[in-house]
């Protein structure tokens, strides 16, 4: 009886960036059927890992998995049927009353609130600072890197955003490439290209974007979109292994292994 409830279980995660890619990945690894819902233009830019992607391209693969835009329930079901995970664009998250899901996952990371309610789902499941587990979720799963990474927190918060990206390879901020204007975004190197110091990588409104750091591009923003001024459009890696651009990271690994967790401590009893 536990084995076919499990199986049977639907799980809803919004937001199909780095970090929710991972989870899905996890989650469909381990035997459960998993949607994604997204906004008509994602503003991720590590798109080499991130299902979201389908919803420019209509379809992407993630380490094996392929994630797939749909219109509605009927795709849904098809893609579970393949053993694909569907990408809805549903900002709202409005099927969640469609297919009954049993577990809403916020996993859009805006450390803050974007409208999940207690009430969405039997399990709902907050990912990083902006959540309080007891009032707007059941749990909040720790995101930032440290020893608490990935934990699940059934009272309280996570801790609270630094503002400073993680060390990677020795380097924080300066491995983030922003905008340095408002406007069209145009791309001029494409994810897993080496980039130099100081070498120019896009265009923001026509303004030139430089690296601060040689290495490798691991993640860019879709072109066409429209970026505000400061605001994240790509990723540097150091570390310059071009593969890494094209698997999950260690962080979103540990944080999925919080969502499954608190999963099978609700579903596994």
Known sequence: MIEKRLKDLIILIKGGGEMASGVVLRLVRSGFRVCITEIPEPLAVRRGVSFCEAVFAGRTEVEGLVGRRVSGKEEIQRCWENGEAPVLIDPGCAIRKILSSDVLIDAILAKRNTGTALSDAPLVIGLGPGFCAGRD????????????????????????????????????WERVLRAPAGGRFQGMKKIGDRVAKGE??????????????????????HDGLTAEPNMKVGDVDPRAAPENCLTVSEKARAIAGGVLEAVMRKYNQ
Do not use: F, Q, Y
Request: charged letters at 25%; proline letters at 5%.
């Open 200 to 221: 120019v990588v896009a265009k923001v409104g026509g303004v030139p974007l430089e690296t601060r750091i040689s290495g490798v591009l691991r993640g860019i923003l």
């Open 137 to 172: 979720v059941h749990v909040v799963i720790e995101t930032n890197r440290g020893h608490r990474l990935g934990r699940v927190i059934e009272e309280g918060e996570a801790e609270p955003d630094t503002g400073i990206p993680g060390d990677v390879g020795g380097h924080t």
